[in-house]
């Protein structure tokens, strides 16, 4: 599933294609985004903006008209010139946007909706947590959310509390098992054991890690971990990062043995080394 920072990098590139530009065609892959099409035509409407929130992407056309989408796990969002040839079959598409030189065409997205204003405020996106890469995020705001969920449920397990999106917006399965190392906390324990000084550092990675790797400079793939630049090949992903997909090999930090369980409902895997991330925090 795409994390915050893909969704971010995404909507940043439409953009910078579509924003401000006229809708010249629209075609619907789904029934229920056709029929407002045929109700409410995008084309002639101008799209005023492309952004992000958490893991969602919402695209405002003029006129009142909010096309929401999640990608879920096999969703994308691709960028053509205007009559290129398109890289995935026709039959995966789900929505197309055309202007005069670009065509923003989402595969295989799930989750699409068109909203309003006022219908926005009551979907699932009114009970997003603080959004990471929002430009006003701040630690100060990171924490209090963490600090407010620990109050409600105190016995939850720190990664899958890192995983909601009502806590915190963005993270994703490999973040949440890379903050948790920076921060040297271990993800199994509970949300009532963490101290102050903890849940300052995994919201100090988290906005740190996710910034970065929304950097214009940014390759693909999420980085958390430098060290040695290769040179006999080039890094894959888990030669860049702390723990994550590293079941079995050494910790970058301490060298022990780095380890992977299920975790919470959905039995999302989590990776941890336990030399660094002690069962008890050192701080109680």
Known sequence: M???????????????????????????GLAKLARVNDETPLVGRVVEKVESRGKWLLIYFSGDLILVTHMLMSGSWHLYRTGDRWQIGRNRMRALIRTAEWEAVAFNVPVMEFHTERSLKRSQLSKLGTDILALDFSLA??????KNYRERHPEA??????????????????YKSEVAFAARVNPFRAMRTLTPQEMERMVHYAQHYMRANVSEEKANGIVTYSGNPSVTRPKGRGERLWVYGRQGKECRRCGATVMMKKQGLQARSTYWCPVCQPWLSSEA
């Open 157 to 174: 397990e720190i990664a899958v509390v890192l995983l909601n999106q009502q806590v915190l917006a963005g993270l994703g399965n490999i």
């Open 2 to 28: 795409p994390e915050g920072d893909t969704i971010y990098r995404t909507a940043r590139s439409l953009q910078r294609a579509i924003g401000g530009k006229v809708v010249t065609a629209f075609e619907a």
């Open 141 to 146: 705001e990171g924490v209090l959310s963490l």
